[in-house]
T-cell receptor, first 113, second 119 residues
């Protein structure tokens, strides 16, 4: 158990819909990262938050948005869903300090029909 | 540019043999960290091993060792005595950013290597 909690674990929805994925980082971790992993693909970095503020942005679509709340949990909002958005979405958190690795949640598997 | 390259999409190894998974990186940062993660078919990402850019000794964690060659910018993962449970995707990753605080730390991942252990 990495200590990073993601909900829901599985989600099936239709094209055009909107979903929210939630992440609770490990206790004390201030950084939260979101990644998308499509079928048989590598990890695509979406966005990073540190202590409530956006710190880095990757290949995140305009239809996607995220935020980190004062209690440090984070939400990734995906709207106007398309078939191609079907993927495993990971949240990860890291400790303060340079040597800290990323701790991953179990992922939220999104299927868009 | 920050980049991680894994040139082996798939690898096969006989059970109980050793295998090396290649990883090269590119960064202009002097301080960085290198990681390997394992992703079994169940999907979770499992941290295996870490190497800091200033570490002089190669990192080892049980059957995993990281062959760090700084001049060549390579960070190959060596798995000794392969087991059937080692069959998985393996990702090499790099952490760069501000040394003092992690506000700017970013992680870069390679495309992964699929390892199959043959009985």
């Amino acid at each position: 158990d990495s200590g990073v909690t993601q909900t829901p674990k599985h989600l099936i929805t239709a094209t055009g819909q909107r979903v929210t994925l939630r992440c609770s980082p490990r206790s004390g971790d201030l950084s939260v990262y979101w990644y998308q992993q499509s079928l048989d693909q590598g990890l695509q970095f979406l966005i990073q938050y540190y202590n409530g503020e956006e710190r880095a942005k990757g290949n995140i679509l305009e239809r996607f948005s995220a935020q980190q709340f004062p209690d440090l949990h984070s939400e990734l909002n995906l709207s106007s869903l398309e078939l191609g958005d079907s993927a495993l979405y990971f949240c990860a958190s890291s400790v303060t300090g340079f040597s800290g690795e990323l701790f991953f949640g179990e992922g939220s598997r999104l299927t868009v029909l | 540019a920050q980049k991680i390259t894994q040139t082996q999409p798939g690898m096969f190894v006989q059970e109980k043999e050793a295998v090396t998974l290649d990883c090269t990186y590119d960064t202009s940062d002097q301080s960085y960290g290198l990681f390997w993660y394992k992703q079994p078919s169940s999907g979770e990402m499992i941290f295996l091993i870490y190497q800091g850019s200033y570490d002089e000794q190669n990192a080892t964690e049980g059957r995993y060792s990281l062959n760090f060659q700084k001049a060549r910018k390579s960070a190959n993962l060596v798995i000794s005595a392969s087991q059937l449970g080692d069959s998985a995707m393996y990702f090499c990753a790099m952490r760069v950013g501000v040394l003092i605080r992690d506000t700017g730390n970013q992680f870069y991942f390679g495309t992964g290597t699929s390892l199959t252990v043959i009985p």
